[in-house]
């Protein structure tokens, strides 16, 4: 599927992205997915690379969207940058205590520092995985939610209680949560993840006893 389709099912992850042009490339697309950025540090990047002829532009990428999730099934975790220092993951045979840079970035040139350690604890413990909109029986979540107990439940059978400070509430609609409270049948839950749907912004779902 050309990439320019994910991007139209996504009108509020364009960014500075032009769609007309992506509907023009079906050559590979290479992608830098990089988190904890300012609002002027995404700009700062963006304006660096806009003059090179292959750049298309930077994605918003802080909601859920259509391209997000498909960006979580094929984008690598290759390292984590802080500072001047480059955290990587080596083969599990090689010594633990050994600093190996397996891929093709020449860290060196740009005064940065590599330390590495076995994939086998790079990948669970220090990898970042792009968050996805829900999917039904999603098994790759079961296995996420294994991580932090033996007997995971599954997001599926939650109810939805807001706490304080999770969930943005519009102005002049302070009273859409009491609301929500068997709105259409479905509680609170179907009430703030339609509002999600609609207003672009992601809400953070936990246990609750409105329904």
């Known amino acids: 599927m050309a990439f320019g389709k994910w991007l139209e099912w996504s009108p509020g992850a364009l960014g500075t992205v032009s769609l007309d042009l992506a ?3 079906y050559s590979p697309y290479y992608f830098a997915y990089l988190n904890n950025l300012t609002t002027a540090d995404a700009a700062r990047i963006d304006q660096g690379f806009k003059a090179h002829p292959a750049y298309l532009g930077s994605l918003n990428l802080d909601f859920d ?3 997000k999730t498909y960006l979580s099934t094929c984008l690598i ?5 802080h500072r001047k220092v480059i955290i990587k993951g080596h083969e599990d045979d090689r010594e633990a205590a050994e600093d190996h840079n397996l891929s093709r970035f020449d860290f060196d040139q740009f005064g940065l520092t590599v330390r590495s ?3 086998m604890y ?3 413990l220090l990898s970042y995985k792009i968050e ?3 999917v039904p029986q999603d098994e790759d979540r079961r296995f996420s939610l294994n991580a932090l107990t033996p007997a995971p439940k599954m ?3 939650f109810e939805m209680q807001p706490g304080s400070g999770q969930v943005e509430v519009p102005s002049g609609r302070e009273g859409w949560l009491t609301q929500a409270r068997g709105h259409g049948g479905h509680g609170c839950r179907g009430y703030c993840e339609a509002h999600s749907r609609k207003s672009g912004r992601q809400l953070y779902l936990s246990p609750c006893a409105c329904d």
């Not at 975790?77 to 940058?81: L, P």
């Open 23 to 25: 509907h023009e490339r």
């Open 65 to 67: 969207s259509a391209v």
């Open 77 to 81: 975790r290759d390292f984590i940058k």
């Open 117 to 119: 350690l076995p994939f």
């Open 122 to 124: 790079y990948g669970v």
């Open 132 to 134: 996805r909109e829900h």
């Open 155 to 157: 997001i599926d059978d």
